[in-house]
C-alpha cells in the first residue's frame, strides 16, 4: 500500500499511479486515504527489505519473515473482512512451502495485531495491506522472476478480482480510518526493520 503490503513493490506501484491523480487499475481517484498517507508511502518503498521486494531481490529467508508478519495481521483483519478479502489462507500456504525455513522476529507483527481491535482500526489496516497485495500482487511476481527468485505468492493471486475490487474500493475512501491506515504504515516500517535486524 503503495507498496507493501506489496507487499512493498505494490505500495511502490500504487504510489505511482497515485502520482497521476487516477488509478489507473480502476479509473478512479486515489481516494481520501490515500490522500491521509502520502506522506508515508516512501518511507515503506524506501527501506531495504521493501525496496528489495520491489526490485525482486528479496532473500528467501526475509521473505518467509515477512510472509509470517503479514500472516499474523491477517489473522487479526480476516474474521471481520468480506470473505474475498481474506489472505491469511494464502499466507500459510506461502510459509509453509518456505520449509524448512522458520519465520522469525514476529514481535512486531503480534504487538500491531493486538491493537486492531476496532472497526476503524481494521478498515485502516485493510486499505493499507490489502490494497499492496491487491494493487501490486503481479508486479511483485514479476518483479521475482525477473530475479530468479523462485519464492512462494499465493497471497499476491486473487480468484476473482473483480469482485475484490469491489469489496476492498470502499476502505479507500474511509476517512475515519486515516489515523489507523497511518499507523499501519509506521507499523510495516517497523515490522520490515526488524525483519533486517536493526531496531527503530
Known sequence: MSSILQPIAALAYDLGLARRSVDLTTRRTPGALWEATRDLHHNCEAHPIGAAVADGSITARHWADWCAALLVLHQALDPFVEPVLRRAEELRADVVAMRPLLPAFQDRALSFAASLDSEPARAGAIYVLTGAHLM?????????????????????????????????????????????????????????????????
Open 136 to 200: 501490486g500482487g503481479a508486479l511483485t511476481e514479476k518483479r521475482l522472476r525477473e530475479a530468479g527468485r523462485d519464492l512462494p505468492t499465493a497471497h499476491l493471486r486473487w480468484e476473482d478480482r473483480t469482485a475484490t475490487l469491489a469489496a476492498y474500493m470502499p476502505y479507500r475512501e474511509r476517512a475515519d480510518a486515516a489515523p489507523a491506515a497511518r499507523a499501519t504504515f509506521m507499523a510495516l516500517v517497523g515490522i520490515m526493520q526488524r525483519i533486517s535486524g536493526g531496531t527503530p
